[in-house]
């Protein structure tokens, strides 16, 4: 199975941080954020990496040139401009082929073990999401899992429900794109329409995950890290 890392976002919120670097070089813990994804990919199996890049992507293709060094095998799909997360996707599929691949959001730290998505690699459904336990900084989640592992729609009027976040790994069919243009799109409207339709599974990861929105996570993960 392939895996897209998408890492073609300006990073805003992370200024002046990403002023000069792409928000997926920042260095914690002693080396570029990427590089963690890239590493356990790779031990997980995934050698065969696309990586979506536009704001400074130069510089991203500079640094991890063809992934020989972490026993990968990296290619580029170049945006002119972002095109938000399933844009950039639709843009890479003449890379990513015609079976389920894994997608990993490129500003994300965790311990995940990506080994045990290998089983999709078959996928039946549209999508299998990875869900955490709802952040701080996004306490209310994204969606709901059923007993069955299958997403619903959460109810914002409830602000009790028992609802879970979207940690940014994914495997994705094709057919989730299909009759789509390249155009700037978020991957959540394909979810949500998926998810009406009982096509997206789960799971539930309690284990250690980042996500580096801001300088103050940066820096927490940082003295974790360190």
Known sequence: MKAMILAAGKGERMRPLTEKTPKPLIPVGGKPLIEYLIESLN????????????????????????????????????????????????????????????????????????????????????????????????????YVLDSNNYLSLRDPNLTTQEALTYCGIAVLHPKLFEGLSVEKLPLADLYEAAIKQKQISAEHYQGEWFDIGTVDRLKELNARLQ
């Open 43 to 142: 031990k997980a199996g995934f050698t065969d990496l696309v990586i979506n890049h536009a704001w400074l992507g130069e510089q991203v293709e500079l640094a991890l040139g063809d992934g020989s060094r972490f026993g990968s095998n990296i290619v580029y799909s170049a945006e002119n401009e972002p095109l938000n997360t399933a844009g950039g996707i639709i843009k890479a599929l003449p890379l990513l082929g015609d079976e389920p691949f894994l997608v990993v959001n490129g500003d994300i730290w965790t311990d995940y073990s990506f080994s045990s998505l290998n089983v999709y690699s078959d996928l039946e459904e549209l999508a299998h999401l990875v869900m955490v336990t709802n952040p701080p900084q996004h306490p209310l989640g994204d």
